[in-house]
């Protein structure tokens, strides 16, 4: 399997990129450090980004470096609270009403994949002032 071990929250950001004339290659990614996310930051999906769902998945093409990534179930929830500005509490308290799942683990995890989509530049982070 391509994806990377994940807990039973974490979605899994699983790495694609196309290289020229060849088909699309899968493979899996090298986990990256994230960038921290203050507490009053908001977060939202960065705008050179085009994203579909297939087959229970979500796949996500950055314009700009034509790379191409893929999001599981809790993953696409996240991803449509990113549409618009969002606070990791907020979408924190999103998934744990609609998921079963510890609030201080749903941070935690929610806090590492968010970091690790801004390292990639999939979203950015907002610092309210």
């Given at each position: 399997m391509f994806q990377k071990p994940t807990s039973?929250?974490?979605p899994a950001l699983v790495y694609f990129r196309t290289e020229s004339?060849?088909?699309l290659q899968r493979r899996e990614f090298v986990d990256m450090p994230g960038v921290p996310i203050p507490d009053s930051a908001s977060v939202v999906a960065s705008r050179d980004l085009l994203s579909s769902e297939l087959a229970g998945e979500l796949v996500v093409l950055?314009?700009?470096s034509g790379e191409y990534y893929s999001l599981d179930e809790v993953g696409?929830?996240?991803w449509q609270l990113l549409q618009e500005p969002a606070t990791v509490s907020?979408?924190?308290d999103a998934v744990v009403?609609?998921?079963d799942v510890d609030p201080v683990r749903c941070e935690h995890d929610i806090r590492a994949l968010l970091g690790e989509m801004?390292?990639?530049g999939l979203v950015e982070i907002r610092e309210d002032s």
């Open positions: 039973p929250l974490t004339i060849l088909p950055d314009l700009s696409i929830r996240v907020a979408i924190r009403s609609e998921y801004a390292a990639r």
